[in-house]
């Protein structure tokens, strides 16, 4: 028979049944009591596996995730840095993936909520909700997800910052970059990278894994062979992009179109901002994926909704919508 508990606002119901120990968190009772007899009939009629003798733990989970399902993901590379995090982070890493409740999920997200942003604790709650969904539909280890019982904090409100035209001009002249001369040091790298980025609504990593056989100039496109939501995608260029590409070197033996390190162009970029700010404080709070709200408010004036979900990467027109940030003032201008 099923045990119902109290806690705080809501109600944890616990089924014991036929070798089946499994608990699950309720707003109300009447909740809980649906589940419950739902869970005990199924196991009843034989329906619902025992996973009593599945002995993978949460870490295990961790590498059948990274080894399985991951590379076929834009993010890899972010999520192996965030599960290698994980590991050194998460008390219950080593606990069996069936035992791991919501309410340790929940405690640690607290803990995080102390350090760092929603935003970041909810990427966080994203990628383990996917490894814990991977052991349910494909390896077929627990029979429900534990973090999809955990509250998700609020994300703040999308950022609205836009680049004016004197704001990417200063940071270019700052960052070394001139119409003639030549391009050769890594800041120099990535002035040009920030002016595409406002051209063409591309991100800071997009632009910098570019190689040379995937931009078609003469075409005016570039082809990105994966994205960060895993997909390929053509960009279209103006003919001001087509001539930031045409200032870059081409460098013998050496296919990338930016031969620099991303994390030190990224550098570079906010060191120089850091530097510029002194004198102009306005640019302090300038981020370098502002230019991807920038180009796609700028973009929306001349390309179709669905044209410019696409350019951009976005499969829906909400994910769109972050960063469209028109002002009133530009739209009653277009009014006339």
Known sequence: MAAYRKRG????AEVAKGGIRESKTFDTKAEAVAWATRLEAEIAAGSRRSYTKVQKTLGDAFDEYLDKISP?????RWNETRLKFFRSELEFVGSLVRKVTPEEIAAWRDKRLKKVKTSTVNRDLNLLSAVFQAAQDEWKWIHENPVREVKRPEDPSPRKRRVSDEEAKVMAAALG???EGE??????YAAVAFLIAIETGMRQGEIVRLTWPNVHLASRYVHLPKTKNGDARDVPLSTRAVELFER???VKDEDRCFPVVQGS????WRNTRAEVAKKRPEIADLHFHDSRHEAT???SRKLHVLALARMIGHRDIQSLMIYYDETAAELAARLD
Do not use: Y
């Open 9 to 12: 606002g809501t109600w944890r």
């Open 72 to 76: 076929s993901k834009g993010k890899h």
């Open 177 to 179: 970059f001139t119409e």
């Open 183 to 188: 391009i050769a040091t890594t800041q120099q």
């Open 248 to 250: 870059l070197p081409k």
């Open 265 to 268: 162009l990224d550098a570079k």
């Open 297 to 299: 408010t700028r973009l």
